[in-house]
């Protein structure tokens, strides 16, 4: 385990010196002391709050991400120096050998004699109860505030039907840039640049909603959530997630909901059908964008289709060639030039990804008919962010792609942002979404910078 720290730079005056500091606390106290408002911190178990019925104006929460940090173990790193430091001064939190770890609300199947699904349930059991006192504790229609950034489908369902058993109806589902780039998490990894802010209200009774009512409700939830977060610059995981978010609201408006047969629709299964119909809006998105170089080439069209249909495998023939022949190209067209898009061999046709292709220097430039094709220069830039991200102004400076094109074919082909715990994306999806995670500093500065347009 390897830590990092803040250390101040005694013969500076900028950020990060210890006058600026000693200026920015004193400034601060300087405000608080002026503010007749008196905070109050508790130390207690969220499960079991020691303050009225009624008496929070809001509750916000940034809870445990499911199995993704311990964070009792990362806490006794600090907890045996402010033991040592300040522990006679607080004796009654600061007394035990290490910090107390039974009933931590993470999933951690080593505590339970390796049985996973005893954890998962324990988890969703102590998330529940949590989140049951929060709806204890809140005033008559005051907001609970939930902040997530977890990436896995179960990681969301848990806590979508823990919200749900405490009786919160998801309202709102928003992104906020939290996270700085330059974190070690954040670093070489497709970890989402903001935080999920879900926000919750009481629900009222205890309704069966109709499957088939909160279904009809889903394309406009959608469409209208992906528009404002898109022209609002949310791109990548952050934009699928919070799009996700939103789409819990018809869903979570009921204490459950029934499938036509009546069984009840899980929230697992309801996340899946969300994402897939995000997707799909994305992909529609993609066939419907024009811009100033006219609408998005057939080559570049058929390769989003093909990955969203078919993913990264070999494809039989006719399939692909159908398919093709919707968006407008002959198949044998693709295998031309010194980086082909295709390959066919034994009645198979297989795509290549920006790893056999972005190497070529000439990809995304004009061939000698004067085309260029949009997903040749994805290939490209995904190819210099990947290993020269030097390089990449120049680049786009030379191609000059049409931004918001671009960023729907990455967006369209980073896949999936919720997953199963042990899936792995292929590299052309974890490429796109690390691409799109910097987009701001990677495509539009240096388009800004190179007078592309």
Request: include cysteine; aromatic fraction near 8%.
């Amino acid at each position: 385990m390897v830590w990092d720290f803040g250390e101040s730079n005694p013969f500076a005056s900028a950020s990060g010196s210890i006058a600026k500091y000693l200026s920015e606390t004193a400034d601060t106290l300087e405000i608080l002391a002026s503010k007749p408002v008196t905070a109050h911190a508790l130390r207690a178990s969220a499960t079991r709050l020691p303050v009225e019925d009624g008496s929070f104006d809001a509750v916000i929460t940034d809870p445990p991400y499911y199995d993704n940090i311990s964070y009792a173990d990362l806490s006794d790193f600090f907890y045996v120096w402010l033991k040592r430091s300040v522990g006679f001064l607080f004796p009654e939190h600061l007394g035990g050998e290490l910090t107390p770890k039974r009933r931590e609300a993470i999933v951690a199947p080593y505590r339970h004699d390796g049985d996973k699904e005893a954890a998962r349930e324990f988890y969703e059991y102590e998330m529940a109860e949590a989140f049951s006192e929060a709806h204890r504790v809140l005033k008559p229609g005051a907001p609970l505030v939930c902040v997530y950034a977890h990436k896995t489908t179960l990681g969301w369902s848990s806590l979508v039907e823990a919200l749900r058993r405490a009786g919160f109806a998801i309202t709102e589902a928003w992104p906020l840039d939290t996270e700085m780039p330059e974190r070690s998490v954040g670093q070489g990894t497709s970890s989402l640049a903001s935080s999920i802010f879900l926000v919750g209200r009481s629900r009222e009774g205890a309704e069966v909603g109709d499957a088939r009512v909160v279904r009809g409700e889903l394309d406009g939830v959608i469409d209208e959530r992906l528009e404002r977060l898109t022209k609002a610059g949310v791109t990548g995981s952050d934009l699928i997630i919070a799009t996700i978010g939103a789409a819990l609201q018809p869903f979570t408006r009921y204490a459950s909901v029934e499938l036509p047969n009546g069984d009840e629709l899980p929230v697992q299964a309801f996340l899946e059908e969300v994402q897939s119909r995000v997707l799909s809006a994305v992909l529609r998105k993609v066939h419907g964008l024009t811009g100033e170089v006219g609408a998005i080439d057939p080559a570049t069209r058929y390769y989003v289709l093909s990955r969203y249909s078919y993913g990264y495998g070999k494809v039989p023939f006719d399939e692909a060639n159908n398919l093709a022949r919707t968006a407008g190209l002959e198949l044998h067209d693709l295998q031309h030039g010194s980086a082909p898009l295709a390959t066919i061999a034994k009645g198979t046709v297989e795509l290549c990804d920006f790893q056999a292709r972005g190497e070529n220097e000439r990809l995304g430039l004009e061939d000698a008919n004067g085309d260029v094709r949009l997903i040749d220069v994805l290939h490209g830039l995904l190819w210099r962010t990947s290993r020269h991200t030097s390089a990449v102004r120049g680049y786009l400076d030379e191609t000059h792609p049409d931004p918001q094109q671009l960023r729907a074919v990455a967006q369209a082909l980073q896949g999936r942002a919720l997953r199963d715990t042990n899936e792995s994306k292929p590299p052309e999806a974890q490429a796109c979404e690390r691409l799109l995670g910097a987009w701001r500093t990677l495509v539009e500065d240096n388009l800004l910078s190179s007078g592309a347009t």
